[in-house]
């Protein structure tokens, strides 16, 4: 049995004791929202900007945000050291709740918080970029926003396995126009004629944690950023490519579908946002 620590509406149990109702809306409905966030030295990187992203999910569908931005840093902390991490992944998941009146209006919110081990991508994905591959999706256009991450995550695992039974690091989501919007885990960015192409999130695009502090780094670095829908051509225009997301940082494309895009990987662009990135880390967090 784990002997792994989680805390469920602000008590610390072992995960064994962790339970809610099986009426819980985020259990039968998958109504609710969650955050996956990058834990080094007991701090979450960009916890402020995660906690804005879910309590703003919550809001928009109307769900009581059931806890203080200082309990979850106290209790982050307490898992971190609890658990004997050295670098770890946490998830914060808050559900519409049980309780009385119709299933589809939120009731009582139940938030729970685990912390595990930090499992990043081998470094050879860093180093010589990622193989990516299409699917074909219609959830995307003008007025679809998505405002976070939904517990409704059956589709993106559905591609995420997929994308590893054929030997991709991920699929990204394109209609029927050759539009690619994001991939099942991540948001993507084409750097074409000089400019740093990424979908906006007024096309259903989650807003990333990671994508924002791109947006942050890039401006430092004079590099102008541009939010529309990146079509094929641009990927194979592009002189770099790279996914985003709070866990993995910045990752280079290499290849879409079976077509190699860039002979040299990671890029010049690419490369300076990877360093940053890890600078941003450890200036938030300490040294890793």
């Not at 009146?101 to 938030?111: D, F």
């Not at 976070?148 to 396995?161: Q, V």
């Given at each position: 049995?784990?002997?792994?620590?989680?805390?469920?509406?602000?008590?610390?149990v072992?995960l064994?004791?962790?339970?809610?109702?099986i009426t819980?809306r985020?259990?039968t409905?998958?109504?609710?929202?969650f955050?996956?966030?990058?834990?080094?030295?007991?701090?979450?990187?960009r916890?402020?900007?995660?906690?804005?992203?879910?309590?703003?999910?919550?809001?928009?569908?109307?769900?009581?945000?059931?806890?203080?931005?200082?309990?979850?840093?106290?209790?982050a902390k307490?898992?971190?050291?609890?658990?004997?991490?050295?670098?770890g992944r946490?998830?914060?998941?808050?559900?519409a709740?049980?309780?009385?009146?119709p299933?589809?209006?939120?009731?009582?919110?139940?938030?729970f918080?685990q912390?595990?081990?930090?499992?990043?991508?081998?470094?050879?994905f860093?180093?010589?970029g990622?193989?990516?591959?299409?699917?074909?999706?219609y959830?995307?256009?003008?007025?679809?926003?998505?405002?976070g991450?939904?517990?409704?995550?059956e589709r993106?695992?559905?591609t995420?396995?997929?994308?590893?039974?054929?030997?991709?690091?991920?699929?990204?989501?394109?209609?029927?126009?050759?539009?690619?919007f994001?991939?099942?885990?991540?948001?993507?960015?084409?750097?074409?004629g000089?400019?740093?192409?990424?979908?906006?999130?007024?096309?259903?695009?989650?807003?990333?944690?990671?994508?924002?502090?791109?947006f942050?780094?890039?401006?430092?670095?004079?590099?102008q950023?541009?939010e529309?829908?990146?079509?094929?051509?641009?990927?194979?225009?592009?002189?770099?490519?790279f996914?985003?997301?709070?866990?993995?940082?910045?990752i280079?494309?290499?290849?879409?579908d079976?077509?190699?895009?860039?002979e040299?990987?990671?890029?010049?662009?690419?490369?300076?946002?990877?360093?940053?990135?890890?600078?941003?880390?450890?200036?938030?967090?300490?040294?890793?």
């Amino acid at each position: 049995m784990s002997s792994e620590t989680v805390c469920i509406n602000g008590q610390i149990v072992p995960l064994s004791e962790a339970k809610v109702s099986i009426t819980d809306r985020g259990l039968t409905h998958g109504f609710g929202f969650f955050e996956t966030m990058r834990v080094h030295n007991g701090v979450i990187f960009r916890l402020k900007d995660h906690l804005a992203r879910l309590r703003n999910a919550c809001k928009e569908r109307n769900i009581a945000f059931p806890v203080r931005d200082e309990m979850i840093t106290e209790k982050a902390k307490a898992l971190y050291e609890a658990n004997g991490l050295e670098a770890g992944r946490a998830r914060l998941t808050v559900t519409a709740g049980d309780g009385p009146g119709p299933w589809y209006k939120p009731a009582n919110p139940n938030w729970f918080l685990q912390m595990v081990k930090l499992v990043l991508p081998p470094d050879s994905f860093y180093r010589e970029g990622v193989a990516v591959g299409t699917v074909i999706s219609y959830d995307y256009g003008p007025g679809r926003s998505q405002p976070g991450k939904s517990l409704s995550y059956e589709r993106h695992l559905l591609t995420r396995s997929e994308a590893i039974a054929d030997r991709k690091f991920e699929r990204l989501y394109a209609n029927s126009a050759g539009e690619y919007f994001e991939g099942a885990g991540a948001n993507i960015f084409a750097l074409t004629g000089r400019r740093l192409v990424t979908p906006p999130s007024s096309l259903g695009v989650v807003p990333g944690i990671a994508r924002k502090v791109v947006f942050e780094l890039a401006k430092k670095l004079h590099q102008q950023v541009e939010e529309r829908a990146i079509h094929k051509h641009d990927f194979t225009n592009a002189e770099e490519a790279f996914l985003t997301n709070a866990i993995i940082g910045v990752i280079p494309i290499r290849s879409l579908d079976e077509n190699e895009l860039f002979e040299n990987v990671p890029g010049k662009i690419t490369r300076k946002l990877m360093a940053n990135y890890r600078a941003a880390i450890v200036d938030e967090c300490g040294a890793f």
